[in-house]
Nanobody, 125 residues
Framework: QVQLVESGGGLVQPGGSLRLSCTASGFTLEAYAIGWFRQAPGKEREGVSCINFSGESIHYAESVKGRFAISRDNAKNSVYLQMNNLRPEDTAVYYC??????????????????WGQGAQVTVSS
């Protein structure tokens, strides 16, 4: 079965950290650019970060710069999102997406090939 699976979400206090994982099954992530997105209740989905297939090109939303870090381990068929100094406004369902075209996961998600099912991140005291 071809799918992306996010894991690592949960409840954390403000200032805490979480690491999300995005693991592919049924296909190899090595040739794919990956994007992380989030959607809070009542809000539109927004891009958080994206990384190209080699890991040499990385982008972050302004709201997470300096706090979040995206990385990939192609040997483990996984991409990660390390989230530090979390804030209540980071609360959302986080999704990963994969496409061979970096534009699709960094700019325009209309034609993204694969989406994960989402992982809830809640930042609250």
């Amino acid at each position: 079965q071809v799918q992306l699976v996010e894991s690592g979400g949960g409840l954390v206090q403000p200032g805490g950290s979480l690491r999300l994982s995005c693991t592919a099954s049924g296909f190899t992530l090595e040739a794919y650019a990956i994007g992380w997105f989030r959607q809070a209740p009542g809000k539109e989905r927004e891009g958080v970060s994206c990384i190209n297939f080699s890991g040499e090109s990385i982008h972050y939303a302004e709201s997470v710069k300096g706090r979040f870090a995206i990385s990939r381990d192609n040997a483990k068929n996984s991409v990660y999102l390390q989230m530090n100094n979390l804030r209540p406004e980071d609360t959302a369902v986080y999704y990963c997406a994969a496409d061979v075209n970096p534009y699709s996961v960094c700019v325009d998600t209309t034609a993204v090939e694969y989406w994960g099912q989402g992982a809830q991140v809640t930042v609250s005291s």
